[in-house]
């Protein structure tokens, strides 16, 4: 019962490298999320998919792109990293029904550092 | 534009004291407001969720209340114990929009760090 898993867990990068952290659920769900928490603070959102080939900006997404080819997963891509981008990114989930289907499950996250 | 703020920050206390969270959020028009738990290193759970039209939920040893005009929500934790340490979130939900759904794009508070010891 994996839920939602993340690669990788931690990563250094350089100012200007470029990466893509991975998120997968098999939960079937529809929607999909990425966030960033900078220490003490609370999560931010970058962008999120209500289902496959549909994808939005949140709060936060500049400096970030997203995809969502499958159900499945929804990646986060990284070009020309800013020391500004590190922090620790939490990909998400939710079926998004109503009541009790609006829960959103985490992953561990990816705890990024620009260097 | 929405803010959640949650107070205290941080909060040490002995072990068996029973204890609470506060949440607010400026703007009362939300879907629900859910309370997560972060432990270090790991990613959020959640432990309730309060739809609008609600006034509390429990679980177990947890009862988290919504005042929705007052913009505020209080999570209790009854006979705390050293397990309860970790960081607890609340985060709103706008209302449902026209089109019949919010995306369920959270608003977060920055969380309270609660400290149990023995």
């Known amino acids: 019962n994996a839920g939602v898993t993340q690669t990788p867990k931690f990563r250094i990068l350089k100012i200007g490298q470029s990466m893509t952290l991975q998120c997968t659920q098999d939960?079937?769900?529809?929607?999909m999320y990425w966030y960033r928490q900078d220490p003490g603070m609370g999560l931010k959102l970058i962008y999120y998919?209500?289902?496959?080939?549909?994808?939005d900006k949140g709060e936060v997404p500049n400096g970030y792109n997203v995809s969502r080819s499958t159900t499945e997963d929804f990646p986060l891509r990284l070009e020309l990293a800013a020391p500004s981008q590190t922090s620790v990114y939490f990909c998400?989930?939710?079926?998004?029904?109503?009541?009790?289907?609006?829960?959103?499950?985490f992953g561990a996250g990816t705890r990024l550092s620009v260097l | 534009k929405q803010e959640v703020t949650q107070i205290p920050a941080a909060l040490s206390v002995p072990e068996g004291e029973n204890l609470v969270l506060n949440c607010s959020f400026t703007?009362?028009?939300?879907?629900?407001l859910q309370w997560f738990r972060q432990d270090p290193g790991k990613g959020l759970t959640s432990l309730l969720l309060?739809?609008?039209?609600?006034r509390e939920q429990t679980s177990g040893r947890l009862n988290a209340s919504l005042d929705k005009s007052s913009g505020r929500s209080t999570l209790y934790i009854a006979a705390s114990q050293p397990g309860d340490s970790a960081t607890y979130l609340c985060?709103?939900?706008?209302?449902?929009?026209?089109?019949?759904?919010?995306?369920?794009?959270?608003?977060f508070g920055q969380g309270t760090i609660l400290t149990v010891h023995p």
């Open positions: 309060i739809q609008s039209s609600q």
């Open positions: 998400a989930s939710s079926y998004d029904g109503l009541g009790a289907k609006n829960i959103q499950y």
């Open positions: 939960m079937n769900h529809n929607y």
């Open positions: 985060a709103v939900r706008p209302q449902v929009n026209a089109g019949g759904t919010s995306y369920g794009k959270l608003t």
């Open positions: 998919s209500v289902g496959a080939g549909i994808t």
């Open positions: 703007d009362s028009a939300i879907y629900n």
